[in-house]
């Protein structure tokens, strides 16, 4: 009669063949004690080998809340939970309380939260149609890599079944095959942790829940634990998985899984729907990533003029230190900036536009067969417990919830706008200090131009616009790290004060303070460089000055866009570094530093192998407070260098290519490796950060508008060709046309108005006419016709490329037909068998009792 060695022993009684039935008794005790002794000690166990560990609490001896804890865990027996408690190996001053949830209690919880189970085998309807489009694309596609099966794991189940939320009264209903491994882990943890938010501590209408006892030192930490080691000796194909985060880290977090798919569902078994679907988003973002084909139309036209213009002086871009250079002193940066800024540069800003429309569509459809997988379509949010703070906060005012009826603490509508009023300056106050930073560095700019020019290493001296970008570039990475730490204190500061109603509330609320925040900051100094570098400078002879000391920085003859890709390139680069060294390397150190202390402690490595699973878990990292915001917070801002900027930088999508799939494991490992294992949560999207990208993606329309017409010289090469070129009644040939483009931009100064000591002429970037013309340094007509040009470049592209985003999010539906139709099929068959089933269930009742009844059915 116990289920638990049943296996083993039928497995040796197969494997010995004959036995007596003295023998078989004795094979089955034997195995029943060396299984019974090898699941205790695993960690994943109480101390009699059958109740299986759902959570675990930990404490200090030497904590003073003795009183709460007691009461705590006394509710907690009462609610039927089971509780073992066990001191900790390394230190003899941490405790650890071990739950188990017993099958009439999870039965209870189960019915009490609708937690959905599975009742019977799904069976599909198709047509022939869809039945030889299955046979071309298996007999097309590549087999999965990933596909997971028994061999890999025996304990496999099947999840391909219709559900229902969960009825004691019909549990007959149900596919109850084994009742230790009919609730999987991860929901067996989500009831617990339910029943430990709701349990009290003292007497009170607040006093209850975990997290509040965390808060105030009762308890250290509350975790689900992991389901064993994720490394064996044995590989999987020759002994299997020994359970599923080994299976996890052989198949899935190993960097020798780069290439492979992601198992989704074994993911979101593990560790939850939240969390598998932010890895579904992130291998969808990266798997529908862009072929890079960055604008490498090699147009050497303009640059050979550039390179060849010998004789041509430019003016001094300094003041008092710069020497006259020659044009062809730029070929280089020419070269550079031409490989981005060309006739194929528009094409790719329409074509990234559109990207990002249809990644976003079509991650609608594959969110919407997760969710129908997952078993999401009909899961609702439960009410969600109101936050401790804002209980404590209104627990003097009330008023009636609409949802469930009952009374709770209510926040008067001036004070909420009055805290609101309070956040939003802050956010404003602290937007302000970002722009203060960049206007720093703008300033640094300006001096340092000066002190480069004048430096006494030639290399520095030659190109010292280069190193004042460069040196520029990398004090603002720092500025910008600074402030970010500075700013998430703040972050948390301001949503506090707000008090959301649930956590829910509180994590939107800060995520979107967050995001406003580090957009601010990363962007900002790359928009001044964009449209404002070189705008105001002036021209040779009257130019401005800041503070009526510095002159205004200027661009590079060969155009401000090599300015802008360094700065995109420079800060899109650091910060990847930068955030993959906090998401793996500082665990990793912090895991490192805690053996360290442990060996101080006397501890032996042999020693260390033997810890059960939870004291392995309490050494690992627990997850961040804020959950996946960072992660989706990188992605996010990642995804808006791809868009925002992609006409001044096209490397961005190779960059964010290579990261992401960098990416994907480094998150896997840390997950599997070296965080504790998360509570597993349901969800059904990625929630607010889908309005973002949205957002994001207006905003790169925009954005590379601007940046064609204004920054790069797309708009003056074709004004020049068409109005102004050799070629302007003749067929349009790049070669031809654009001959004498740089000429006809670069305006003539008289050196001699300068006072410096220089004769002759000079040439600087602008539209202004000569010193002998009667209006000398006036604009041209040339300078008006490129500004028209700009304006209404800016208008159709914008109308265009927002016509055709529109157009393409029409035609993508957000639900594949296909999926509809089985949804509606798939609530038809569920209706038909719940009555099939309720009625055997009647008739068997009823041959039980001994009655016998007949029933004429029309």
């Known amino acids: 009669e116990d289920g638990s060695c049943f296996s083993v022993c039928l497995f040796k009684f197969q494997t010995l063949h004959r036995l007596t039935p003295v023998d078989i008794v004795t094979v089955y005790s034997e195995s029943c004690k060396t299984q019974t002794d090898a699941m205790a000690s695993s960690g994943l166990f109480f101390k009699d080998g059958k109740k299986r560990i759902d959570y675990i609490l930990v404490y200090k001896k030497s904590s003073l809340q003795v009183e709460k804890r ?30 188990h949830c017993p099958w009439e209690t999870l039965c209870k919880y189960a019915e009490r939260m609708n937690i959905r189970m599975p009742f019977r085998k799904k069976c599909y309807y198709t047509d022939w149609r869809s039945k030889t489009m299955g046979r071309l694309l298996k007999s097309w596609l590549p087999r999965n890599p990933m596909k997971l099966d028994k061999e890999a794991l ?54 209850m829940g975990i997290n509040r006892l965390l808060n105030n030192g009762t308890y250290e930490a509350a975790f689900p634990p992991h389901e ?19 299976l996890l880290y052989e198949r899935w977090a190993r960097w020798g899984m780069w290439y492979k798919y992601q198992p989704l569902d074994l993911i979101r078994r593990y560790f939850g729907e939240k969390i598998g679907l932010y890895f579904a988003w992130l291998g969808w973002y990266t798997g529908i ?11 050497f036209f303009p640059c050979k003029e550039i390179c060849e213009a010998n ?92 949802i469930t009826g009952k009374p709770e603490p209510f926040q008067p509508f001036p004070d909420k706008l009055s805290r609101l009023m309070v956040s939003v300056s802050g956010i404003f106050f602290m937007i302000s200090l970002v722009l203060t930073a960049v206007f720093a560095v703008v300033v640094y700019r300006l001096v340092a131009m000066e002190q480069f020019a004048s430096f006494k290493w030639y290399f520095i001296k030659k190109y010292w616009q280069f190193a004042t970008s460069g040196t520029g570039v990398c004090i603002n990475f720092m500025i910008i790290m600074s402030l970010n730490v500075v700013y998430e204190k703040v972050a948390y500061l301001l949503t506090d004060l707000e008090h959301p109603r649930t956590e829910s509330e509180w994590e939107n609320s800060f995520a979107l303070k967050m995001f406003l925040f580090q957009f601010v900051n990363l962007n900002s100094s790359i928009f001044y460089i964009a449209f404002f570098l070189g705008r105001f400078a002036g021209r040779p002879g009257k130019y401005n000055k800041l503070f ?151 905003l790169a329309v925009i954005t590379n508008a601007f940046v064609i017409a204004i920054t790069s010289d797309y708009i003056p090469r074709f004004v020049y060709a068409y109005k102004y070129g050799p070629c302007t009644d003749q067929g349009y040939r790049q070669e031809k046309c654009l001959k004498g483009y740089v000429n006809s931009s670069l305006s003539v100064f008289d050196l001699s108005e300068l006072g410096m000591g220089y004769s002759g002429y000079c040439r600087y970037r602008d539209y202004r006419a000569p010193p002998w013309s009667s209006t000398p340094y006036e604009f041209t007509l040339q300078f008006w016709h490129v500004l028209a040009a700009r304006l209404a470049f800016i208008i159709v592209f914008e109308h265009l490329v927002f016509g055709i985003k529109s157009f393409i999010a029409y035609l993508i539906p957000d639900m594949p037909k296909d999926l509809c139709d089985r949804m509606r099929r798939e609530k038809y068959l569920v209706q038909e068998m719940m009555y099939e089933a ?20 029309p």
């Open 154 to 207: 025996p304990d496999l189940e099947e999840t391909d079944c219709y559900t229902a939320p969960f009825s004691r009264a019909r549990i007959h209903h149900f596919t109850i095959n084994n009742k230790d491994s009919f609730f999987s882990n991860s929901t067996r943890s989500r009831i617990v942790h339910h029943m430990l938010q709701r349990t009290k501590y003292e007497d009170g209408k607040s006093k």
């Open 228 to 246: 064993g080691s994720h490394k064996s000796r044995h590989p999987i194909k020759t002994h299997g998985a020994q359970n599923h985060r080994h």
């Open 838 to 857: 309720e009625l055997e269930h009647l008739q068997r009742e009823r041959k039980k009792n001994g009655k016998q009844y007949h029933h004429e059915w």
């Open 548 to 698: 009526n000391r510095w002159r205004l920085e200027e661009c590079h003859p060969s155009g401000c866009l090599i300015d802008l890709c360094l700065q995109m390139g420079v800060i899109m680069v650091l910060k990847q570094m930068w955030n993959n060294f906090m998401e793996l390397g500082y665990p990793l150190l912090q895991n490192w530093w805690s053996r360290r202390k442990m060996k101080r402690r006397g501890q032996s490595m042999e020693h260390k192998i033997s810890l059960p699973q939870w004291e392995k878990d309490w050494n690992l990292q627990p997850m961040n407070l804020h959950g996946l915001m960072d992660e989706y917070l990188e992605m996010v801002l990642q995804f808006g260098f791809t868009t925002i900027f992609v006409a001044a930088f096209p490397l961005a999508p190779l960059l964010a290519l290579l990261n992401n799939i960098i990416e994907i494991r480094l998150d896997a490992y840390k997950f599997v490796t070296q965080w504790r294992r998360p509570m597993p949560a349901r969800a059904t999207d990625i929630g607010i950060w889908y309005g973002i990208l949205e957002g994001i993606g207006v």
């Open 70 to 99: 007691s009461t705590f865990e006394k509710n907690l027996r009462a609610e039927g939970l089971m509780l073992e408690r066990e001191p900790a190996v390394t230190n003899s001053d941490i405790m650890f309380v071990k739950i």
């Open 311 to 402: 004789e041509t002086i430019m003016c001094p871009m300094c003041e008092r230190n710069c020497t006259l250079q020659k044009l062809n002193e730029s070929c280089i940066y020419a070269k550079v900036t031409h490989l981005f800024d060309n006739g194929g540069t528009v094409f790719f800003a329409i074509f990234m536009a559109i990207w990002a429309t249809v990644f976003l569509e079509f991650w609608k459809r594959r969110r919407a067969v997760l969710t129908y997988d997952w078993d999401l379509i009909d899961w609702e949010d439960e009410e969600e417990e109101l936050r401790p703070q804002f209980e404590a906060k209104y627990s003097q005012v009330e008023r009636v919830n609409p």
């Open 289 to 299: 990533q862009p072929p890079y084909f960055p604008v490498l139309f090699f147009f």
